[in-house]
Nanobody, 115 residues
Framework: QVQLVESGGGLVQPGGSLRLSCAAS????????MSWYRQAPGKEREFVAT???????MYAGSIKGRFTISRDNAKNTVYLQMNSLKPDDTAVYYC?????????WGQGTQVTVSS
């Protein structure tokens, strides 16, 4: 079965950096686009970034130029490098894969940006 396990979240000061990882299993990772979403307290889950099976990327406007999505098909892992973090980036971050018309989500990892 599809499993997505996020890691790498934590508490960081404004202006700091974090790298999130999402380890995938249960499907042919290299064949699917992978995405990151986030959900802040009291808000709806929102799109952050996606990377296609061929490596093309797309970003939400709010994080463009600060975050970078990448993938390592040999490790079945997708990453989100987050730089110049702001308090507004505080959220639970989720990775997602859409397979056979079904969205699969990880359990999420908490990112808190605060001084």
């Amino acid at each position: 079965q599809v499993q997505l396990v996020e890691s790498g979240g934590g508490l960081v000061q404004p202006g700091g950096s974090l790298r999130l990882s999402c380890a995938a299993s249960g499907f042919t990772f290299s064949s699917y686009a992978m995405s990151w979403y986030r959900q802040a307290p009291g808000k709806e889950r929102e799109f952050v970034a996606t990377i296609t099976s061929t490596g093309s990327t797309m970003y939400a406007g709010s994080i463009k130029g600060r975050f970078t999505i990448s993938r390592d098909n040999a490790k079945n892992t997708v990453y989100l490098q987050m730089n110049s973090l702001k308090p507004d980036d505080t959220a639970v971050y989720y990775c997602k894969v859409r397979r056979v018309a079904t969205n699969y989500w990880g359990q999420g990892t908490q990112v808190t940006v605060s001084s």
